[in-house]
């Protein structure tokens, strides 16, 4: 067994050269609330917000379906004294961020986050302004897993040198794949991005692309879903963003799944049996495991695409 002093669990993840495809963390609504002080390993718990704050958020969290909250900050030389809050949206078209400002966390408690959550158009008199500009997340939670101090704030500190609007973040999900970047407000999740990458990813992304090499996958999908969609994207050489739609999914084995995507235009269906597996590699998925395990992987079984007769039309959801 490695001493867990030994190893970083993402150069364990890249040594095997895990796929990452299928692995971004679920969620419609991200809360992120700025707090620019240490975070402990679990950062709304350990942090020094009052009891009703915490409790407020939790239920926050607990009545907004697939919702997610996260902690960010800035470095100190880009504070500001207001603090920031966003809701994001992550849907699979026209997604949105709403932008607040709050002076001090009591604050929160006045603050309908479920309504700003649920509404397709909040108002921008009472919830701050909403918009689709990008907003970049990295994990830099080094109390969480030490792969995201190493990988993470160097790529943090990389990025926030550029115009992008980039924060660290608390814990996202996939330690082993630090660096972690996230594309808000579509939720695009990537792993293992370097400083390089982390450009290349941003500068895509801003036109509305995607970088499917270090592709984890989107927020609004399941698993399976995002195993798919990178699948279509990489037979079909599609990377613009928009380029395709969720049509279904269905389970029709154990642990294996029929996708369908529609073309923009509805002109094309693309489908991809999927199913998953676990690796025939055993590696410590976080660096404090004490325990090497296999991982869950994807393969494609089929592709094929459909073409549509003039006329003829599509459902599934929007």
């Given amino acids: 067994m490695i001493s867990q002093q030994s190893f970083f669990c993402s150069e364990l993840s890249r040594g095997f050269a895990e796929k990452t495809f299928g692995t971004a963390s679920v969620g419609d609504i991200w809360l992120l609330i700025e707090y620019p002080f240490a975070w402990g390993p679990q950062a709304l718990k350990d942090s020094d917000l009052s009891q009703a704050v915490k409790a407020y958020l939790m239920s926050a969290v607990k009545n907004i379906p697939r919702s997610r909250l996260l902690f960010i900050k800035r470095d100190r030389r880009k504070r500001k004294e207001e603090l920031a809050v966003f809701v994001v949206r992550c849907r699979e078209h026209a997604p949105s961020i709403t932008r607040l400002k709050i002076n001090d966390y009591e604050q929160l408690l006045d603050i309908d986050l479920k309504g700003i959550a649920s509404a397709s158009v909040p108002s921008a008199a009472a919830a701050g302004d909403t918009s689709d500009s990008p907003l970049y997340l990295v994990c830099t939670h080094g109390k969480r897993d030490k792969c995201c101090a190493k990988f993470g704030y160097s790529l943090y500190k990389s990025l926030s040198s550029t115009n992008a609007s980039v924060w660290q973040s608390s814990h996202v ?31 895509e992304y801003e036109e509305r692309r995607l970088v499917l090499d270090k592709y984890r996958g989107r927020a609004c999908y399941q698993y399976p879903v995002q195993a798919a969609e990178y699948f279509i994207r990489t037979e079909g050489r599609i990377i613009g963003l928009d380029e395709l739609r969720h049509l279904g999914c269905e389970r029709t084995a ?65």
């Fill in 254 to 318: 154990e642990r294996q799944w029929r996708v369908r995507f529609a073309a923009r235009g509805g002109e094309r269906i693309y489908e991809a049996g999927v199913r998953s597996v676990r690796s025939d590699f055993q590696l410590n998925n976080t660096c404090h495991s004490t325990e090497e395990k296999s991982v869950i992987q994807y393969l494609l079984d089929d592709y094929r695409v459909t073409s549509l007769s003039p006329g003829q039309t599509i459902s599934g959801p929007s």
């Fill in 173 to 203: 999900g996939g330690d082993r794949f630090a660096a972690n970047l996230v594309c808000f407000p579509h939720g695009l999740f990537y792993a293992h991005v370097t400083e390089d990458s982390g450009r290349l990813c941003i500068e």
